[in-house]
């Protein structure tokens, strides 16, 4: 199985480009991000206890998000390989995933890195605030709050990635479709 990681800042269109790359490329897409609205919106005591510090703009604790991961690898079959999304987003989250990867004769491929202009982020969020209703989306404050942890806490995986030569940066700035093409020219090279 061939393994990726899609990284950037909030708003850098991991999502967004996560969805379509997975459908292309028959990849278990698992979004860590999703997963915790998923809880939210079940009511799950777990989703009580994520809401307050999501909505805050901050990261959950490592241990829930690895937890989440590594139930959903074990339960996949017939895919050519996973879309990490949102996950790692710590030195230490990473570390986990690869153990998680080694034990099962796997390792991460290629860690895809969307670079986006900082306000072209700020414009992205806010415009989906307007249509999705996320509550971390709504107040400018949180959104920053949240650019300054990946900058503090997630960035730091960049030069984790790029001492094991899988760092890969990606123009993240223009339409969905072109940032698409670009995405899929560089995964192809490993499917
Ligand atoms: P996530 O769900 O991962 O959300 P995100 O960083 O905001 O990015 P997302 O992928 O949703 O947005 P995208 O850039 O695609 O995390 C949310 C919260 O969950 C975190 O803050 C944290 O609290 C918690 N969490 C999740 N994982 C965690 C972990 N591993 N550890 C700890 N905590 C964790 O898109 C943004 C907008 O831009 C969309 O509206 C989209 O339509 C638009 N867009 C995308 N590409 C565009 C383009 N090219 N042009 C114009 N608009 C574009």
Redesign the pocket.
């Known amino acids: 199985m061939v393994n990726f990681l899609i990284f950037?800042?909030?708003?850098?269109?991991?999502?967004?480009?996560?969805v379509r790359l997975a459908e292309k490329f028959n990849l278990m897409h698992l979004?860590?991000?999703?997963m915790?609205?998923a809880e939210i919106a079940a009511g799950t005591d777990l989703g009580k206890r994520?809401s307050s510090?999501?909505s805050k703009?901050?990261?959950?604790?490592?241990e829930?998000?690895i937890e989440m991961i590594a139930a959903k690898i074990d339960g996949t079959k017939g895919k050519a390989g996973f879309l990490f999304?949102?996950?790692?987003?710590?030195v230490a989250?990473t570390e986990e995933l690869e153990k998680m990867l080694n034990k099962r004769e796997m390792k991460i491929d290629s860690m895809l890195v969307?670079d986006v202009d900082h306000n072209?982020l700020v414009k992205?969020?806010m415009?989906?605030a307007e249509?999705?209703g996320r509550p971390?989306?709504k107040d400018p404050a949180v959104v920053e709050n949240?650019i300054d942890?990946?900058k503090a806490k997630t960035e730091p995986i960049i030069d984790y990635c790029r001492k094991r030569g899988i760092y890969q940066p990606v123009n993240?700035?223009?339409?969905?479709d072109?940032?698409f093409g670009r995405l899929s020219k560089l995964m192809k090279k490993y499917l």
């Open positions: 950037g800042p909030p708003g850098s269109g991991k999502g967004t480009q996560s979004s860590t991000g999703d915790l609205r994520m510090i999501m703009g901050e990261l959950v604790p490592d829930v998000v999304d949102g996950f790692p987003r710590t989250q969307l072209e992205r969020l415009l989906r249509q999705s971390d989306d949240r942890v990946y993240g700035m223009g339409t969905i072109d940032i």
